[in-house]
């Protein structure tokens, strides 16, 4: 994969493969992040709140030093959500956060996954502002200091394996 577009594909096929089901869409935050249900006649079908990613947080055991001393068998890379899609996908009712990877497509309930940054105090505010374009093809930007909640990517679960998917 890619591409968000790409990524978004790949995803469908498997869906469609693991649930025998052609799953819509909604597109969320400037197409890189995407909301996954099945068709009327087979609600019953889990639904995902999907985000493509280029890479890992890195550097996720320098920034939460205390929480990786405190849990060593979390220890490695990080991956993270801003509070506001994170919030989004819980008003969604999405059962599950897919994070595509080149590699591979990890997952977690955004419940879970919400009580678990909180609880390990794994939430923080940026230092230094993002600076985006207001849009509508203006020139203005706007500064945000987002809030993220960043986790270690072990918690999650490899989503073949979480659906006995032979690949």
């Not at 899609?85 to 955004?110: C, D, Q």
Request: charged share 20%; hydrophobic share 40%; proline share 4%.
């Amino acid at each position: 994969m890619i591409n968000n577009k790409q990524a978004l594909q790949s995803v469908l096929i498997r869906l469609r493969e693991v649930f025998n089901a052609s799953y819509s869409f909604a597109v969320y935050n400037h197409g890189k992040h995407f909301y996954l249900y099945p068709p009327v006649d087979k609600r019953f079908l889990p639904t995902f709140y999907m985000l493509y990613k280029k890479d890992y947080f890195h550097n996720f055991n320098t920034e939460f030093v205390s929480f990786a001393n405190a849990n060593p068998s979390l220890i490695g890379w990080g991956e993270s959500i801003n509070k506001e899609w994170l919030e989004i996908a819980i008003s969604l009712r999405a059962n599950w956060l897919l994070f595509v990877h080149k590699e591979g497509i990890y997952m977690v309930t955004p419940i879970k996954l919400k009580a678990f940054c909180v609880r390990s105090d794994l939430i923080r505010e940026q230092v230094v502002p993002n600076t985006y374009k207001s849009g509508g093809g203006s020139s203005t930007t706007v500064s945000v200091r987002e809030t993220t909640y960043s986790f270690p990517i072990k918690i999650l679960k490899n989503f073949n394996e979480a659906f006995n998917v032979d690949i």
